[in-house]
């Protein structure tokens, strides 16, 4: 095959050019065997270059088009290390880690973090004691001086409920975790009744705020209903529906919700009656008086959460006709 055939087939072989680029490549395709050649003026030589040539361009024409189908990986431009595979390679016996020590052993030697070369590591000498516990609630705690204080401000509103929301809309409280909880520092310093709903309080809080005429009551909130409270137009701007109000089905909830010392919620609701009640007749006229009592302060509190509801669906209207207005 001459150089010129030669360089028609290579030609042939450019996918997609033009015929002038064919051409142009066709032209330069024996100056390319040429100098491939090398310098040897041996035409013996240079026929064997134009006939290796010649036979990949055949195989190449036989083979078709190239396809992205048909490509291969190029192969690896640096070979792999291949160690302990024989004296002949010149890595075998101790695979270039020499005879015995810690560096020869698996693993290459290299001990695990904390290792001090045997002796008792740093953990060991000086351990802790205890654990963290997962499960643990974390609650932003608020003593009723600061309610004083925040009322005595103007920043919250004692004629209405006051809730997480309106803790944290006043800045009275910076972060919410897991709730609110009303603990009784400076309680004799708290003097304006408040009606609140929050998530905890303290036994002394609680006495401090119905003394001053004020009553309180810890609502079970999961974060979804906490932020449906506190944040009610996350979910109204994103097309959403407020989440009704959660119950705890934890058992450690449901035993304090339900403990009326605790001011739970839970506690306010009327139990069904089974079978009916028949008092003593010494126990009457004192078992009525504590009834009487019993049933004011459920009503106070019911009341209480009613209208801290109402406020919070009332915030969730205004928020949502503001966009729309």
């Known amino acids: 095959m001459s150089a010129s055939t030669l360089g028609a087939a290579f030609a042939r072989l450019s996918v997609g050019c033009s015929r002038s680029a064919g051409a142009r490549l066709a032209a330069s395709a024996p100056r390319a065997v040429m100098a491939h050649a090398g310098a040897s003026s041996s035409r013996q030589a240079q026929a064997q270059v134009l006939r290796r ?6 195989s190449a024409l036989a083979s078709g088009p190239v396809k992205l189908g048909a490509l291969s990986p190029a192969m690896p431009t640096k070979k792999r ?3 302990g595979r024989g004296p002949g390679s010149g890595r075998g016996g101790t695979a270039t880690r020499g005879h015995k020590g810690q560096k020869a052993r698996a693993g290459n030697g290299k001990p695990v973090p904390g290792f001090e070369g045997g002796q008792t590591p740093l953990a060991r000498r000086f351990p802790k004691r205890g654990f963290v516990n997962a499960h643990a609630r974390k609650y932003v705690p608020v003593n009723v001086d600061r309610l004083q204080h925040w009322i005595d401000r103007g920043l919250l509103d004692p004629s209405r409920p006051i809730t997480a929301r309106e803790l944290y809309e006043s800045n009275c409280v910076h972060s919410l975790r897991d709730g609110i909880k009303i603990l009784g520092e400076g309680s004799q310093h708290l003097t304006t009744p408040v009606h ?6 303290s036994e002394s809080a609680a006495a401090a705020i119905e003394s001053a005429g004020g009553s309180v009551v810890a609502r079970y909130y999961t974060a979804t209903t906490l932020r449906a409270l506190v944040k009610p137009h996350t979910f109204l701007d994103a097309g959403k529906l407020l ?11 449901l035993i304090y919700y339900s403990d009326p010392r605790k001011r739970g919620y839970l506690a306010m609701r009327p139990v069904p009656e089974l079978l009916p009640r028949v008092p003593s007749a010494g126990a009457a006229t004192e078992g009525a008086a504590v009834e009487a009592a019993a049933a004011a302060a459920q009503a106070a509190r019911a009341a209480a959460v ?19 207005a």
Do not use: Q
């Open 53 to 58: 040539y010649a036979s990949s361009a055949s």
């Open 81 to 83: 290390k291949r160690v």
């Open 196 to 201: 609140l709903v929050v998530s905890r309080v």
């Open 243 to 253: 989440p009704r109000p959660a119950d705890p089905s934890d058992k450690r909830d």
């Open 306 to 324: 009613t209208a801290a509801e109402e406020s919070a669906a009332a915030a969730a209207a205004t928020a949502a006709a503001a966009p729309a």
